[in-house]
């Protein structure tokens, strides 16, 4: 089994930062992407950005020059750097990862969400 637990979510003014984190537990073998994706009401899940194995990393289009996803092998761990925050980037933000665990088989993992509030 695996868990992802996300943390540092809040309320932050338009052109303001925020840093989210995530970290991975569990029988964990092998991590070949760690991801963020967010939903807004009345819209479906989007990717954020994605660290792939191998240190591939994937923006959408529209957070692409604004936020930052970085990993910590070591701890497992994820985080997502939130800078000249809009306030269309409102949302619950949350963490994925797709691992290979003690059994060899492939697990897609899903933290609980955490949410991103922007607002003046």
């Known amino acids: 089994q695996v868990q992802l637990v996300e943390s540092g979510g809040g309320l932050a003014r338009p052109g303001g930062s925020l840093t989210l984190s995530c970290v991975a537990s569990?029988?964990?073998?092998?991590?070949?992407?760690m991801a963020w994706y967010r939903q807004s009401p009345g819209k479906g899940r989007e990717m954020v950005a994605v660290f792939m194995m191998g240190d591939k990393i994937f923006y959408s289009d529209s957070v692409k020059g604004r936020f930052t996803i970085s990993r910590d092998e070591a701890k497992n761990m994820v985080h997502l750097q939130m800078n000249n925050l809009r306030l269309e980037d409102t949302a619950d933000y949350y963490c994925?990862?797709?691992?290979?665990?003690?059994?060899?088989?492939?697990?897609?993992?899903w933290g609980q969400g955490t949410l991103v509030t922007v607002s003046s």
């Open positions: 569990g029988s964990i073998v092998t991590t070949y992407t």
């Open positions: 994925n990862a797709q691992v290979v665990d003690h059994t060899g088989q492939m697990v897609e993992a």
